[in-house]
């Protein structure tokens, strides 16, 4: 304090911030930040991928209670059609319905008829339109199971509505899936992966069943005696986020064609396209809606690949319950192998 004239003064060695040194600070303050973001995003992930992994452990176990209560895995998806087509009698059904009671989703599983198919004209043929309303409310909601948390959006923000026109004028709506049942493989992937293998049968685990439905083909049996080519070495069901928007690598794509496919991508836990995935490929950077040697993470298409958010790969459920990462980069002939379920190419993705 300056006696004389009763003001406070500041002593010689005390002294504020120069600019210079606030802009030294901020900038250590930056580079810290930028040293750390990379990490911290990197532990976000690993317990994203960590969560992903035990959401597929769940559905593996599922379906060995399954097997083990009926002595068969569910089915892929099942239609009944007594006339051929969309008339009295038709219904549906899929595996991601199926398993609900053996994860802890009965009380869900409880509030659907089964008798009864849950899309929107099923009414027109004679359904009892508050049964049709309440099971595809069942089908609409979100099971956090059945969500991976690395997938981008909000999972009630990604229930979408799905329409099987023209080729089955059908409608619904269905709550997002980031896994799907395996059912083969096919088209240039096949081509390019057995090559030099002639082989036996390409189809998977996971099967369709059901009667006198045009252009699907034979049903066929879902036993665990049937994978012949060894439960760890043989894949059930993949990751394939998106639901019904259809994504080319990490992009969204909205515009014609993709918006059409998203509407039968078969994205839902409760649509019945879940269950029947081909995957033939695309090519690495997809330009249009084309087969080709990539099967991971560059397309989520139904019938193209498998899918994820994860960097470098995609998570995978084995028959015997385990979960395998595998690399985006696979070798083809080797990813295919694991497909199979009864193709005699016995052969690890760990090799």
């Given at each position: ?23 030294v600070v ?19 992930e ?50 991601g ?13 409880d ?89 036996g ?6 099967q ?26 043989t894949?059930?069901?993949?990751e ?38 081909w ?36 998570m ?7 979960v ?14 694991a ?13």
């Amino acid at each position: 304090m300056d006696e004389r004239n009763g003001r406070k003064t500041r002593s010689a060695g005390s002294r504020g911030f120069t600019l210079v040194e606030l802009l030294v600070v901020i900038a250590i303050i930056g580079v810290l930040v930028g040293l750390l973001l990379p990490a911290v995003q990197a532990a976000r992930e690993a317990a994203r991928r960590m969560s992903c992994s035990n959401n597929m452990k769940q559905i593996g176990l599922a379906l060995h209670n399954y097997e083990s209560t009926h002595r068969t895995f569910p089915s892929s998806w099942i239609v009944t059609t007594p006339t051929g087509t969309i008339g009295p009698g038709l219904n549906m059904t899929v595996w991601g319905l199926m398993l609900l009671p053996f994860m802890e989703q009965q009380p869900l599983y409880d509030q659907y008829d089964s008798r009864v198919p849950a899309f929107n004209e099923a009414a027109g043929i004679g359904y009892p339109p508050a049964v049709v309303l309440q099971n595809i409310s069942v089908v609409s909601t979100v099971v956090p199971t059945y969500i991976c948390p690395s997938a981008p959006g909000g999972s009630e923000a990604r229930i979408y509505d799905w329409n099987y026109s023209p080729e089955f004028p059908i409608s619904g709506r269905a709550a997002p899936s980031d896994y799907c049942a395996v059912s083969g493989v096919r088209g240039a992937l096949a081509t390019i992966a057995f090559a030099n293998f002639s082989g036996g049968p390409r189809h998977g685990v996971l099967q369709y069943g059901g009667s006198n439905v045009p252009g699907v083909g034979t049903p066929r049996t879902s036993r665990m005696s049937d994978i012949l080519d060894g439960t760890s070495n043989t894949i059930v069901v993949g990751e394939r986020t998106g639901g019904g928007t259809i994504y080319v690598g990490r992009l969204q794509r909205t515009a014609e064609p993709y918006d059409l496919l998203g509407l039968g991508n078969g994205g839902g836990w409760g649509d019945n396209l879940n269950g029947e995935h081909w995957p033939a490929g695309s090519p690495r950077n997809e330009v249009a809606p084309l087969e080709g040697p990539c099967a991971i993470n560059c397309t989520n298409r139904r019938g193209a690949g498998f899918h994820s958010f994860h960097p470098g790969g995609a998570m995978f459920l084995m028959a015997d319950g385990s979960v395998q990462f595998v690399s985006e980069t696979v070798d083809a002939f080797r990813f295919a192998a694991a497909i199979t379920r009864a193709g005699g190419e016995a052969v690890s993705l760990n090799d």
